[in-house]
Structures are given as C-alpha cells and as structure tokens.
Nanobody
Framework: QVQLVESGGGLVQAGASLRLSCAASGRTYSRYPMGWFRQPPGKEREFVAAISWTGVSTYYADSVKGRFTVSRDNAKNTVYLQMNSLKPEDTAVYYC?????????????????????WGQGTQVTVSS
C-alpha cells in the first residue's frame, strides 16, 4: 500500500528555517502533482504550495510566497518544502497531498478536494 510520510517538523524560533519532506513509500512511480497544506490550531486546513509532477511549475499561497520553496526529487519519490523566515503564524500541522486522478503535464492544484491521498501530517511550531 502506497503511503505518504511527512517528516522534518519541529519547534523553532521565529526567523528560523525548516525543511519538510514527504516520501512516498510502496511504489516507484512518482509522476503525480503534489501539494502542501497546513492546519493551524483551531482553523481550517489551508493551501500552502503546489508543484507539478515535473517540478517545473510551482505555486504558493500569498502568505508564504518568497519564504517557502517547494521542490521534488522524483528519483527519490520525495517532495520537499523549504521554509525560511518562519513566523509564529506559520504554526500548524503540515500535510502533503498527492493527486492520482487525471492530470496533465504542468497542472497545479490548489483545493484540498482535488487531491486523492494525504500524509499523516507533521507539526511545525514557531515561537516568538
């Protein structure tokens, strides 16, 4: 069974950096569009970033643009989220998601219901 497993979360101070990883286990095929979402305490899950299966196209929420970078290594079946200049408002559980339904090269997806599989989440806490 294919699973998505996030790692790299933790407790950091404002201004620090973290790199989250999302590894797909149980398969060798990796050509799926991917996304990162987060759920702050007491709030709804929100879009953070998306990346096409080639890695060429990316898109970010305005709140993280210029600070976060999404990338992928298809040979390793892994997607990354580099988070710099972290702020207390970035505190959330971060989830990676994968779209396994029909898609085209370069496509990006921004809504949670456009994704078919999710990881278990990793906690990121940013202290002020």
């Amino acid at each position: 069974q294919v699973q998505l497993v996030e790692s790299g979360g933790g407790l950091v101070q404002a201004g620090a950096s973290l790199r989250l990883s999302c590894a797909a286990s149980g398969r060798t095929y990796s050509r799926y569009p991917m996304g990162w979402f987060r759920q702050p305490p007491g709030k709804e899950r929100e879009f953070v970033a998306a990346i096409s299966w080639t890695g060429v196209s990316t898109y970010y929420a305005d709140s993280v643009k210029g600070r976060f970078t999404v990338s992928r290594d298809n040979a390793k079946n892994t997607v990354y989220l580099q988070m710099n200049s972290l702020k207390p408002e970035d505190t959330a559980v971060y989830y990676c998601a994968e779209r396994r339904s029909i898609y085209s090269t370069g496509s990006l997806y921004f809504a949670a219901n456009e994704y078919d599989a999710w990881g278990q989440g990793t906690q990121v806490t940013v202290s002020s």
